[in-house]
């Protein structure tokens, strides 16, 4: 199987040297692993930096033979607006809770757009079926869309490396920028987020912009269903113990330890950036030298700083701030034999980073808002005795609960953390580190490749069963071939008829019963709705047509030309009225919300309710309900934005086989709700049943929306018609 592996930038930088660290360091050992089992990697990305068109050709064929990469050539103007403009001055930003340093352009927008659909037109190149394609972070959200509507059955993921905002921060996008993010990242088979949190944040922005519910972390968008879940990055843990445990390393170690001259050493690694906290940190640490005189000329804060953007301006004064600031701290403190603070503005290779973290007492990690953060796992698999100080905005914290976790607004606290970190006993750090270090080494970076390909593969799987159900009404597997009675059986709301905001408002059009009179006239035909609605709103609109009818769940029956209704149990209702009473006081709290009264159920509806409020409080409504209907006369059941309650007994499947003919019959049964799988369920196996929607079904096929419904019913009639004459 081939991986095509997309992101904004290539392992390689563009005259073909690597790329130190990101993401192609971290994924080293799992590509290699892929390539291992006889599979082929091809890397699509941007090469930084723009290749005449001339050129193109000769170095494409290059990059491709020398590097396994395909490059994806971007005008010198694109790139800029793409890269320096939405992506790092606004996606950036807003996703790191930066708000104040928020850019929202237009022309940025159109760029981001334009650029995501050239890496598409590579893609499209080199795309062949059976490719697993996954895609890579922020700069590439529209992605996942624009390849699904270019190959339908594409198996992709896409995993995002940075924080996903709150619903509140994702707001502050202009709506047609939001709208474009969350639809085209929704392209994907599987969307993978560092945290729970960020999952969460996802789904919740989902609802709250674009009004789509998930289930369980599903979410059914234009026919495809997409899975979201947490899967935090892990680093190769093998290569940093193996490497920190050599003589290599150690004798690196002895000389770090012999220059600084047995002090206690305090790290710091990160790019430039405002997100990392650098300014604030060597705060910290001047406190925690101001309050423990005592560690005056016994520690050496290292600090390590890669450079980053050093042509953006607000990183050229960021540097500035950070300079001044280590020669403030150097200043005060330092004296002809000690030196605070070693600065380093240079980036350190794998051979020499690793011994500095394992000389390393305390570890200061301590942004104000980072997606992951891998330095934290590095040093700990690295380290012999240290001691990590995490800030609690870092996704790693999730991870790693035992490390002294701060938060990076807290000047003092962080002091007191690192006081803490740097005189904590040996025997306590070297319990905290073990259980964390053992955590790390079952979520490596290969465990974590490997979980999303697993977890893509199947969703794609379940994509295609899904996809194989959903058929077009015209089909000619749903038309019947003999000269069978034809039996049919539709559910009302979501199937003949589509959802409007108030029940009352969904009647049935003139041309639906103008439809269903038709067919009727065809004398092999028997026509039923079995419905939740009471007995009064089906009399009302179909009393002229000769079909069965079954209203609240199959309580009521009224036969065809019939003027009277039975009840197909026996009721016994003492539930209904405290039921009520509860139902009655979530719609005090849920403002849109009502509760519909029938004879046998209870329907408390949340379709005109603020979408987040209503969803939340029919989860609440739906675990307190079910925790007191054992034992009682009702069941409680979740449907398209109802909950509903109704008595023992009650039930579209049993309904159905009551009033099913005992002869030998076509039949077909319609519905679009949790209540309609009954009848699925119920009904022979020889009967021919179709969902109307999205979520997961038993039935045999699958139509998108009621309008389909009254397009079969229109190709039926068609088809008998047909047949009868050509009889004839």
């Known amino acids: ?72 050539f971007l005008k010198q103007k694109l790139a800029d607006s793409f890269y320096n403009g939405f992506c790092n001055k606004t996606l950036w930003p807003l996703f790191h809770y930066f708000t104040a340093h928020c850019e929202y352009s237009d022309t940025t927008f159109d760029s981001y757009e334009e650029a995501n659909y050239e890496f598409a037109k590579t893609v499209e190149t080199i795309y062949e079926p059976g490719d697993w394609v996954w895609v890579h972070d922020y700069h590439l959200f529209l992605l996942p869309g624009i ?40 392209g994907a088979d599987l969307i993978g987020f560092h945290t729970q949190s960020y999952t969460q944040y996802f ?91 005592n560690w005056l000329k016994k520690c050496k804060f290292v600090l390590v700083l890669v450079p980053s953007r050093t042509d953006v301006s607000s990183y050229q004064s960021m540097k500035k701030a950070i300079d001044e600031k280590v020669g403030a701290i150097n200043g005060s403190f330092g004296t002809l034999d000690w030196t605070p603070i070693l600065y380093q503005y240079k980036g350190f290779p794998f051979e020499e980073l690793v011994p500095l973290y394992k000389n390393t007492h305390v570890m200061l990690v301590t942004p104000f808002r980072d997606g992951m953060n891998l330095v934290a796992k590095e040093f700990l698999v690295s380290q012999n005795c ?76 379940k994509n295609l069963t899904f996809q194989t159900k959903s058929i077009p009404p015209s089909s000619q597997l749903l038309l019947p071939n003999n000269n069978h009675p034809i039996f049919i059986i539709f559910d009302y709301d979501g199937t003949l008829v589509p959802f409007e905001s108030l029940p009352h408002l969904a009647v049935p059009k003139k041309e639906l019963l103008e439809s269903l009179e038709t067919l009727l006239k065809i004398p092999t035909i028997s026509l039923a709705i079995i419905s939740g609605r009471d007995r009064k709103f089906l009399e009302t609109h179909f009393q002229t047509l000769p079909i069965h009818l079954v209203a609240e769940h199959g309580a009521w029956h009224r036969a065809p030309y019939g003027e009277k209704w039975n009840s197909l149990f026996t009721s016994n209702l003492d539930w209904k009225e405290q039921i009520k009473s509860h139902l009655d006081e979530f719609t005090k709290r849920v403002p849109g ?23 939340n409080a029919a989860r609440e409504m739906l675990d307190e309900l079910s925790q007191i209907s054992s034992n009682t006369g009702f069941f409680v059941q979740r449907g398209n934005k ?50 109307i929607g999205k979520s997961e079904t038993i039935a045999k096929y699958r139509f998108n929306q009621p309008a389909e419904v009254q397009i079969w019913i229109h190709n039926l009639i068609s088809h008998l018609t047909r047949n009868t004459n050509e009889k004839s």
């Open 147 to 186: 390849l699904r509507n270019l190959f339908p059955n594409i198996t992709l993921s896409f995993f995002l490396h940075i924080p996903f905002p709150t619903f509140e921060i994702f707001r502050l996008l202009p709506e047609r920028f939001r709208t474009k993010i969350l639809t085209g990242v929704l």
């Open 642 to 691: 109802i909950i509903e309650v109704r008595e023992y007994g009650t039930g579209k499947g049993k309904a159905a086989k009551q009033i099913l003919p005992n002869a030998e019959l076509y039949v077909y049964v319609f519905g679009d709700d949790t209540t309609d799988e009954d009848m699925f369920r119920e009904l022979p196996d020889s009967a021919i049943s179709v969902k």
């Open 386 to 461: 240290g001691m990590l100080v995490l800030s609690e905005m870092a996704g790693a914290s999730a991870e790693l609960p035992e490390a002294i976790l701060v938060n990076p607004n807290d000047l003092n606290g962080m002091a007191i953390a690192i006081r803490e970190a740097i005189e904590m006993e040996e025997k306590e750090i070297h319990f905290r580190n073990q259980i964390m270090i053992n955590r790390l080494s079952e979520n490596s970076v290969m465990e974590w490749a490997k979980k999303i390909f697993t977890d893509t593969e199947e969703h794609a799987k």
């Open 203 to 293: 789904l919740r922005s989902l609802l709250r912009c674009l009004g789509i519910e998930n289930e369980r972390g599903i979410i059914y968008y234009k026919n495809h269903l997409t899975k979201t879940g947490a899967y935090p990055m892990g680093i190769n843990v093998e290569n940093f113990i193996q490497y920190s445990n050599s003589k290599e390393c150690d004798t690196i170690a002895n000389e770090i330890n012999k220059n600084h001259k047995n002090l206690k050493q305090i790290l710091s690694v990160d790019r430039l950036d405002y997100t990392k906290g650098v300014l604030q940190r060597l705060n910290a640490f001047e406190l925690f030298l101001k309050q423990n005189p």
């Open 1 to 72: 199987m081939r991986l095509i592996l997309v992101s904004n930038r290539l392992p390689v930088q563009w005259d073909g040297t690597p790329n130190v660290g990101g993401l192609a360091t971290g994924l080293s050992s799992f590509l290699s692993h892929w390539k291992s089992l006889g599979n082929e990697v091809v890397w699509v990305g941007w090469p930084g930096k723009y290749i005449p068109e001339k050129e193109q050709k000769s170095y494409a064929k290059k990059m491709r033979e020398e590097h396994g990469t395909i490059p994806v």
């Open 593 to 615: 919300s009502f509760t519909e009264e029938k004879e046998f159920s209870l329907v408390w509806h949340f379709r005109n309710a603020d979408p987040d409020i209503g969803l």
